[in-house]
T-cell receptor, first 112, second 115 residues
Framework: QKEVEQNSGPLSVPEGAIASLNCTYSDRVSQSFFWYRQYSGKSPELIMSIYSNGDKEDGRFTAQLNKASQYVSLLIRDSQPSDSATYLCAVNMRGSQGNLIFGKGTKLSVKP | DVKVTQSSRYLVKRTGEKVFLECVQDMDHENMFWYRQDPGLGLRLIYFSYDVKMKEKGDIPEGYSVSREKKERFSLILESASTNQTSMYLC??????????????FGPGTRLTVT
């Protein structure tokens, strides 16, 4: 069973803090990893992709990948109330015909 | 700029009606997908297509069919709508299967209510 696991939250952080969102996946040979942000009532929006072990930074967002531990995370620095949303982790696993397996998402709340 | 559009944002249909949901992408993507999203269940793949006139079942194809006559357009059909098909329907497209960076881009979604 191919799975992507996320803590459903809610994760509550104060404005200006670092929010840390975590995701584990079941298939060791997965190749591609994505983070989507979804505001309530809206569709998922791609915010980060990562393919190699290590960190990838884009503005206030940093994605971290550790394939040996089957773990991918998203850090949001200087969190803003506008970051309040559900964050979906998605993984392209072997045998999934290129389809993404999505986690159920972590709800983030940034308090002013 | 990446663009996926869906024919309706909100739709209300009666039980037993045939329902068509349309999706169009302008990125020349080979792959297109239909998902439904329900609270607590996450995103579930209904059908996908990796080429014109090609389709593959996803995790929950029962009660649905699809059509892809042109590369840019992927339609989801509910042959006889039922109340348990009330949901948010999301279309997505991506670069071809097998490419490592197969990023999916979503349309705005259609919230379908079947009464």
């Amino acid at each position: 069973q191919k799975e992507v696991e996320q803590n459903s939250g809610p994760l509550s952080v104060p404005e200006g803090a670092i929010a840390s969102l975590n995701c584990t996946y079941s298939d060791r040979v997965s190749q591609s990893f994505f983070w989507y942000r979804q505001y309530s009532g809206k569709s998922p929006e791609l915010i980060m992709s990562i393919y190699s072990n290590g960190d990838k930074e884009d503005g206030r967002f940093t994605a971290q990948l550790n394939k040996a531990s089957q773990y991918v995370s998203l850090l949001i620095r200087d969190s803003q109330p506008s970051d309040s949303a559900t964050y979906l982790c998605a993984v392209n696993m072997r045998g999934s015909q290129g389809n993404l397996i999505f986690g159920k998402g972590t709800k983030l709340s940034v308090k002013p | 700029d990446v663009k996926v559009t869906q024919s309706s944002r909100y739709l209300v249909k009666r039980t037993g009606e045939k329902v068509f949901l349309e999706c169009v992408q302008d990125m020349d993507h080979e792959n297109m997908f239909w998902y439904r999203q329900d609270p607590g269940l996450g995103l579930r793949l209904i059908y996908f297509s990796y080429d014109v006139k090609m389709k593959e079942k996803g995790d929950i194809p029962e009660g649905y069919s699809v059509s892809r006559e042109k590369k840019e357009r992927f339609s989801l059909i509910l042959e006889s709508a039922s109340t348990n098909q009330t949901s948010m329907y999301l279309c997505a497209s991506s670069t071809p299967v097998g490419r490592i960076n197969s990023e999916q881009y979503f349309g705005p979604g259609t919230r379908l209510t079947v009464t």
